[in-house]
């Protein structure tokens, strides 16, 4: 059963960068596309973005400008870059596996969430 | 991008059936994909393409999708079904979710 943990700052000041780290355990890394989603605080799902072990990555248009994801194999590891935040981007954080192929893909294990503050 | 629109709330009766709608432009051409989040928890994978079930979860829950809603129907509803629902699908460009429905178990 894969496990996927969220780490990184839970306050970040405004317009500094917002990063954020996935570790995968009990699977494999270098199979599937590895996602980003969050939901601010009483409010909806947000897609953010995803990359695959090959390091393409597909981006949330509304975000694309302020996001960069990037993964390491190695250490099983993916992670998230959000430059420039405001108190807009004060969520919970998720990262989650995405199986399927192409546009019929879905995510079928996700982190328990690592909530971020944007603060000064 | 595509746009999906689901109720905010839905109430069901203990032991009941419910139905939790998904709409959008043409939905039924593309896969649709649903979530339970339980309060202060991460999202679930409940239904993948239209309506297979992940190993676990129980045959109360079950999909369809055709024209221009997906909806998803919770059979004999429990306590602890009580919970925010979200439907998934990829439109055109990025992943896109509904705004959630919470369903509240009477």
């Known amino acids: 059963q894969v496990q996927l943990h969220e780490s990184g700052p839970g306050l970040v000041k405004p317009s500094e960068t917002l990063s954020l780290t996935c570790t995968v355990s009990?699977?494999?890394?270098?199979?599937?596309?590895w996602s980003w989603i969050r939901q601010p605080p009483g409010k909806g799902l947000e897609y953010i973005g995803d990359?695959?072990?090959?390091?393409?990555?597909n981006y949330n248009p509304s975000l694309k400008s302020r996001v960069t994801m990037s993964i390491d194999t190695s250490k099983m590891q993916f992670s998230l870059k959000v430059n420039s935040v405001t108190a807009a981007d004060t969520a919970m954080y998720y990262c989650?596996?995405?199986?399927?192929?192409?546009?019929?893909?879905?995510?079928?294990?996700w982190g328990q969430g690592t909530l971020v503050t944007v603060s000064s | 991008s595509h746009e999906l629109t689901q109720p905010l709330s839905v109430s069901v009766a203990l032991g009941q059936t419910a139905k939790i709608t998904c709409e959008g432009d043409?939905?039924?051409?593309?896969?649709v994909h649903w979530y339970q989040q339980r309060s202060g928890q991460a999202p679930v994978l409940i239904i993948y393409?239209?309506?297979n079930r992940p190993s676990g979860i129980p045959e109360r829950f079950s999909g369809s999708n055709s024209g221009n809603t997906a909806t998803l129907t919770i059979s004999r509803a429990q306590a602890g079904d009580e919970a925010d629902y979200y439907c998934?699908?990829?439109?055109?460009?990025?992943?896109?979710f509904g705004g959630g429905t919470k369903l509240t178990v009477l």
């Open positions: 989650a596996r995405q199986v399927g192929v192409w546009t019929r893909r879905w995510f079928d294990s």
């Open positions: 009990g699977g494999f890394i270098s199979t599937y596309h």
């Open positions: 990359i695959h072990y090959n390091g393409s990555t």
């Open positions: 043409s939905i039924g051409t593309r896969n």
């Open positions: 393409r239209d309506s």
């Open positions: 998934q699908v990829w439109g055109s460009s990025t992943e896109v």
